[in-house]
């Protein structure tokens, strides 16, 4: 599977999690890979609201967001959250900017959690360095 997501936004969101602590490439990489596949899954249940709803656009409210974020307060690029969310949904499906909007938000949320968990797992492993193996341990803990 190729990762849609660039790696240096994902790198930041870390990094703004982690205080002090370095953040390894793998890091990054497993995170976008992990926010690429939870992406993917919240399309397809947004597709699905869409379809009940007898439309083929996918719009914040298919996310179960009522207030759309400005795209500049995001770290995570739009166009590769717009990507991720056509990744495993039908071709006749659009995805509204605003939905584009709201997806990348709720991923930013998600890979904040992430990484602020990985964090304190790099810490209790008195690292001070954020590894792929934090964020592998924070899903096999967590999920």
């Not at 995170?31 to 379809?51: C, F, S, V």
Request: proline share 3%.
């Amino acid at each position: 599977m190729s990762v849609e997501l660039p790696f240096a936004p994902v790198d930041t969101i870390i990094r703004r999690n982690a205080g002090d602590l370095r953040v390894s490439a793998d890091a990054a990489e497993e995170l976008a890979r992990r926010i690429q596949i939870h992406g993917a899954e919240l399309a397809i249940g947004a597709a699905e609201e869409a379809t009940a709803d007898g439309r083929k656009t996918l719009m914040s409210d298919d996310f179960g967001v009522e207030q759309v974020v400005d795209k500049e307060d995001l770290e995570l690029p739009v166009a590769p959250v717009d990507r991720i969310a056509r990744l495993e949904i039908d071709d006749s499906y659009r995805v509204a900017m605003d939905a584009r909007i709201a997806l990348a938000d709720i991923l930013e949320d998600y890979a904040d959690n992430v990484a602020k968990a990985a964090a304190v797992l790099a810490r209790h492993a008195d690292r001070r360095t954020v590894k792929a193996e934090d964020i592998d341990t924070y899903f096999e803990l967590f999920e």
